[in-house]
């Protein structure tokens, strides 16, 4: 049986510090799946479809890797598609307090399922989508921090907000 692994999250958009660690997680794994949780309490830019394609198309050069939305429990979806882990990135300190408490529920959860968090590359530390999509919405240049077909999108879809005179949600560096 292989073993199988989930990288959840919201990916919007996914960015260079995702791919890499979804790259890693699929050294490790037989098969791996980016689940892409449909409703988050954040703000969202793309939409759950927008984000599984952007994933898709990122993620595509990685055979053993699929690419699906979820909703609900992140343990639920790991058991409904048989993943015996879930793989989670580690950014900065702060992020551990997080995914500490996440692992430590998830195991009272579903203790079938471990919890694994791969330290990010240096050189994607400062990356998050938040900041990702606040730079791109403030037309700055992100081209270093996604791959070309996200950068893209985040463009049109800054024009199609511009065309709807829908304010742009700035969520990181506001001060």
Do not use: W
């Amino acid at each position: 049986m292989p073993y199988t692994a989930i990288y959840p999250g919201t990916f919007d958009p996914i960015h260079f510090g995702h791919i890499d660690i979804a790259t890693r997680a699929a050294q490790i794994f037989d098969v791996l799946v980016v689940a892409v949780y449909d409703r988050p309490a954040k703000t969202l830019l793309f939409t759950v479809e927008e984000r599984v394609a952007l994933a898709r198309q990122a993620l595509a050069d990685l055979p053993n890797v699929r690419v699906a939305p979820y909703s609900g429990l992140t343990v639920e979806f790991a058991r409904q598609v048989g993943a015996r882990a879930i793989v989670r990135g580690l950014r900065v300190i702060s992020d551990f307090e997080l995914e500490y408490q996440m692992a430590l529920i998830n195991r009272e959860l579903a203790p079938e399922i471990e919890f694994v968090c791969l330290m990010t590359r240096q050189s994607h530390a400062f990356l998050s989508a938040s900041i990702v999509k606040e730079i791109a919405l403030l037309r700055g240049d992100v081209s270093r921090m996604v791959p070309y077909h996200v950068a893209v999108a985040l463009q049109a879809k800054l024009h199609e907000r511009e065309k709807s005179h829908e304010p742009t949600p700035l969520v990181s560096l506001r001060d």
